[in-house]
């Protein structure tokens, strides 16, 4: 099966932009839609993009994601980026019955 | 709205079976919907996938863990349930439950296993 590679963590500023990257190690990433997962600490995680770039009711529009098949990697990307987005985020696709995850990029916000 | 709730032992010793059941509020578990799903997370690192049913008892494994692994459904109860033989240190972990289509959600709030004799 395949792999999802996300950085270990990034930082960056408040009112800034950040960008995280996911890509699939085999097969098309844009063959099976893309999720992020938003965990802060001792809680579970919470859905923030579906589909590649779909945003679920409640989740800011600062939020937002995008797949490239030139890299073979999704992406998050999320804006005017606030002290609360502070977490860990997560990709997370499926392919025949196979739930993947990336292993996980810790934003520190600083 | 849909709610899941883990539940059993939080400490289990070496060598034998982590179980644990989800309980589904809020909708059936005979649902076509969704599949129902584990996922676990170790203390300080990422998310990994267990397995996941669905509602007419077909089951879908990681290959990693799949030699230890059973889950099964309880329509009665609207509880589905996940069995993890020969446990080891390497196997404590917040364990999660999960609704899932292509992505999860809901999950559960988790629940701690640590494999300690």
């Not at chain 1, 890509?23 to 893309?34: F, K, Q």
């Not at chain 2, 059941?21 to 909708?27: F, H, I, L, N, R």
């Amino acid at each position: 099966n395949f792999m999802l590679t996300q950085p270990h963590s990034v930082s960056e500023s408040p009112g800034k932009t950040v960008t995280i990257s996911c890509t699939r190690s085999s097969g098309s990433i844009a063959s099976n839609y893309v999720q992020w997962y938003q965990q802060r600490p001792g809680s579970a995680p919470t859905t923030v993009i579906y589909e590649d770039n779909q945003r679920p009711s409640g989740v800011p529009d600062r939020f937002s994601g995008s797949i490239d098949s030139s890299s073979n990697s999704a992406s998050l990307t999320i804006s005017g980026l606030k002290t609360e987005d502070e977490a860990d985020y997560y990709c997370q696709s499926y392919d025949s019955s196979i739930w993947v995850f990336g292993g996980g990029t810790k934003l520190t916000v600083l | 709205q849909l709610q899941l709730q883990e539940s059993g032992p939080g400490l289990v010793k070496p060598s034998e079976t982590l179980s644990l059941t989800c309980t589904v509020s809020g909708g059936s578990i005979s649902s076509s919907s969704y599949y129902w799903g584990w996922i676990r997370q170790p203390p300080g690192k990422g998310l990994e996938w267990i397995g996941s049913i669905y509602y007419s008892g077909s089951t879908y494994y990681n290959p990693s863990l799949k030699s230890r692994v059973t889950i099964s459904v309880d329509t009665s109860k609207n509880q589905f349930s996940l069995k993890l033989s020969s446990v080891t240190a390497a196997d404590t972990a917040v364990y999660y439950c999960g609704a899932a289509g292509t992505w999860f959600d809901p999950w559960g709030q988790g629940t701690l296993v640590t494999v300690s004799s």
